[in-house]
């Protein structure tokens, strides 16, 4: 049995429909729905896709955003996790430490079995999904990036079949030949010479083209379209050649989009109540603001008093929504009006001290998707973003399809997330799972009718603050725990 993961990056599965995406809906006929499926907190790329391979929530793997503070050296360090180089540089001198859980690359390599990549997604991203690839003489291809491939001469055989690599295009155009690239890169010469148990192909659309035009905007809707029609051509080897030699695909996205509504400039929001607010740190800053769609407040000095300072500034504004500190008692955080950051799962010591999402709603924005947040970026108004706890960002796209998964387009109402596939693919290759993973073995689309579909749990916490409350939902199948929404409001 062998499996083929196949991302669609940022990909609202309400966006999945006959007229746009007519091959995932192919897939669908074929497999398996998973109508009630959820990403983690933060929902961005570069915290969801550590999750897909360390089968656990940000809080395990401890890739707490795109961009963090290292405090673990003096003076303290900005990360950004796009850089494929920067990346390979700290798991090197943390001693193979930059995750803090094994991924399903090294679990594999352990068992004698291969993982293969092939991404359009940022260098960063692309050597997440297999981040000590070389170590094991696996395959990681970039459709862009010479710096994230290994090894060089796979590199070398693919630019001779396939073509050379393409360049990057700038971020306001949608990136079609990379998709291209990884695609023909997978079908004549991954599957062919290498035939590794389990392969990721990630395309890095529809995610740029929502950020720069707009999650319903034709320009999007075109690349999704592409997207498919590259999908398209694997489902066509899996039909003829795939299923047969016993390939599972799992299509999956790895958050949702919603429509930034008003802008805001939370350094300057902080300047204004008093604070010396900085974007990295800096000698004469009181506290870093990480840009981005999720807040991320670090102090220099992090005392509780300092924390529930700037926890009450916050939530006086109109922008603030979710608050998270590190954890008081078993709800609430060390600041008043603020939840505990282990009830999202980023209690790692990586994690801002403040963690915060932007103060999202229900309206509907004018391609008629639902869902508007305040926003922090220099784009205009109307475009997508995501990071926080609106549903529409946490909600992702799940399908899977092959022998493994009996129940040809069937729907699946259980709660999931991105963090079962790791522990589902391990279950049925037959390999231990290891206890840092947080997720579970989709026993109801694995064994469906064997047993007893299973149950699931509600919960809500709440905090507040003066006019400020906020609501998390969740809910619980069996130890794992998925989260539903985080709203606030005054
Ligand atoms: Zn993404």
Not at 187 to 200: E, F, M, N
Not at 318 to 337: Q, Y
Not at 437 to 455: D, F, I, S, W, Y
Request: hydrophobic share 40%.
């Amino acid at each position: 049995m062998r499996f083929l993961i196949v991302s669609f990056d940022g990909l609202r599965p309400d966006l999945v429909a006959p007229d746009l995406t007519p091959n995932l809906c192919r897939l669908q006929a074929q497999g398996i729905t998973l109508s009630n499926h959820r990403t983690v907190y933060p929902s961005e790329t570069r915290s969801a896709f550590p999750s897909l391979v360390t089968g656990s929530t940000t809080s395990r793997h401890g890739m707490v955003g795109n961009i963090y503070v290292d405090r673990s050296v003096t003076p303290s360090r900005y990360i950004d996790t796009a850089d494929a180089v920067l990346l390979r540089k700290l798991d090197l001198e943390s001693g193979g430490r930059l995750m803090s859980t094994q991924t399903l690359g090294e679990i594999l390599a352990s068992a004698g079995r291969s993982l293969a990549v092939l991404a359009t997604n940022s260098p960063g991203t692309t050597r997440f999904f297999h981040h000590k690839a070389e170590d094991f003489g696996h395959v990681r291809l970039s459709g862009h990036f010479r710096e994230a491939c290994t090894p060089d001469d796979l590199l070398a055989e693919a630019e001779e079949l396939v073509g050379p690599l393409p360049p990057k295009p700038p971020s306001t155009k949608p990136d079609k030949a990379g998709q291209d690239w990884i695609t023909s890169a997978f079908l004549d010469v991954i599957w062919p010479k290498y035939r590794s148990d389990v392969t990721v192909l990630s395309y890095g659309e529809p995610d740029l083209s929502s950020h720069f035009h707009g999650t319903g905007a034709e320009v999007t809707r075109a690349i999704i379209a592409h997207c498919d029609r590259q999908f398209g051509r694997v489902l066509d080897w899996w039909e003829a050649e795939g299923r047969a030699e016993g390939v599972q695909i799992i299509a999956i996205s790895d958050h949702g989009h919603i429509t930034g509504h008003t802008q805001v400039s939370v350094v300057e929001r902080l300047r204004d109540a008093g604070y010396r607010p900085g974007t990295a740190p800096a000698p004469d800053v009181d506290v870093v603001v990480v840009p981005g769609q999720v807040g991320a407040l670090y102090l220099p000095d992090p005392s509780d008093e300092r924390i529930a300072r700037i926890v009450a500034t916050i939530t006086g504004e109109p922008w603030c929504g979710p608050v998270f500190t590190r954890a008081k008692n078993d709800i609430e955080g060390i600041a008043l009006g603020s939840l505990g950051s282990h009830l999202v799962f980023i209690d790692h010591v990586r994690a801002p001290d403040v963690s915060f999402c932007f103060r999202a709603n229900d309206s509907v924005d004018p391609f008629g998707l639902v869902g508007g947040t305040f926003y922090e970026n220099s784009r205009r108004a109307g475009l997508g973003v995501h990071g926080g706890l609106h549903p529409r960002e946490l909600v992702a796209l799940g399908v899977v399809a092959g022998s493994a998964f009996p129940g040809q387009g069937a729907v699946s109402v259980v709660p999931s997330g991105i963090c079962d596939f790791a522990p589902t693919i391990l279950h049925l290759l037959e390999i231990a799972q290891p206890e840092s993973m947080t997720g579970r073995v989709l026993t109801e689309v694995v064994e469906p009718g064997q047993k007893a579909a299973p149950e699931s749990r509600s919960e809500a916490f709440d905090a507040g603050l003066g006019r400020f409350r906020q609501v998390l939902r969740r809910v619980q199948v069996g130890a794992s725990t998925y989260i539903e929404s985080g709203t606030a409001e005054w």
